[in-house]
């Protein structure tokens, strides 16, 4: 019998897009990474994960579904279980031409899956195309989130797909048991400059996934523009933009709030089509 752990079919993708982070993994460990969502990541070419360790969708795969932290999986009973379930057979020879369930073919599968999950239909994508009127608490916010945060969190995908140290700290330590996933783009390119320079989030659907940072230190946005506002610790790596700290009145937040909330793309998050994955 394979020795592997199958999700509910809602849960397969969905632990990696909108998972709380204090929620444990198969071996009952909480992970120590917020998990990035997967929306849009076919326009990201900079690097996957939040340090840009795997360069595309395909080298990543199999990290997830082996973890012992993760889904704990053995990759040869997942294919032994894919070989003789009753549908996959037939539809793997039918997308790739060949009887054979390979590693290779699942991981292209679901990549290819993967990359289908666009979010492009939020309110603010409709006012884009002339479909929706921001209300005036939505447009005050689109210029302080312009003022402010568009120099990394561009429009379009809302991030630079750069990596940069936001300070959220001062000190960077290495067990380890943790295998450098605190240092940073440092882990991957041994560049003092990339210590605790992270991947920059897209700020679409912002609203559902918190908790924030790589680590999910912050509960809430009101957290996040906390430290953007006080807290940014002063290293030689950090971001040369953060030297200024953000500092927003009680309406100005509210305002911004209100227009990350127009990034929250109902259509794609309710795509009912999606469930029978």
């Known amino acids: ?27 009952g460990k909480s992970l120590r990474r917020h998990s990035p969502p997967l929306f849009n990541l076919a326009w990201h070419t900079t690097g996957l994960f939040w340090d840009g360790g795997a360069n595309d ?18 990759l040869n009973d997942v294919l032994d279980y894919l070989i003789n379930h009753e549908e996959y ?8 031409g060949e009887i054979t369930i ?29 479909q929706y009127n921001l209300t005036d608490i939505e447009l005050k916010g689109y210029e302080i ?15 630079d797909l750069a990596f940069h140290n936001n300070g959220l700290d001062s000190i960077y330590s290495d067990p380890p048991e943790l295998e450098g996933i605190h240092l940073g783009r440092f ?12 991947k920059t989030p897209s700020l679409r659907n912002i609203t559902l996934t918190a908790p924030y940072m790589h680590d999910g230190r912050f509960a809430t946005l009101e957290e996040v523009l906390d430290h953007y506002e006080n807290k940014i610790k002063i290293t030689k790596s950090l971001s040369p933009i953060l030297f200024t700290p953000i500092k ?22 309710k795509n009912h089509s999606q469930e029978k994955f």
């Open 145 to 159: 989130y312009r003022k402010n945060c568009s120099s990394c969190h561009k429009e379009g995908l809302f991030t």
């Open 57 to 74: 969708l395909e080298s990543l795969n199999f990290g997830p579904i082996t973890h012992p932290d993760e889904m704990a999986s053995d």
């Open 102 to 130: 390979s590693s290779a073919f699942l991981s292209r599968a679901i990549s290819q899956y993967t990359r289908s999950l666009i979010s492009q239909t939020s309110q603010y994508d409709d006012w884009k195309n002339g």
């Open 89 to 96: 057979p037939l539809l793997f020879q039918q997308t790739f």
């Open 1 to 27: 019998m394979a020795k592997f752990r199958v999700l509910p079919a809602t849960t397969n993708i969905g632990i990696c897009r909108w998972n709380r982070f204090d929620q444990d993994g198969v071996s």
């Open 187 to 198: 882990r991957i390119s041994f560049d003092s400059m990339d210590l605790g320079a992270f």
């Open 248 to 269: 927003l009145s009680n309406m100005e937040r509210k305002e911004l709030i209100a227009f990350l909330k127009t990034l929250q793309d109902d259509l794609f998050i």
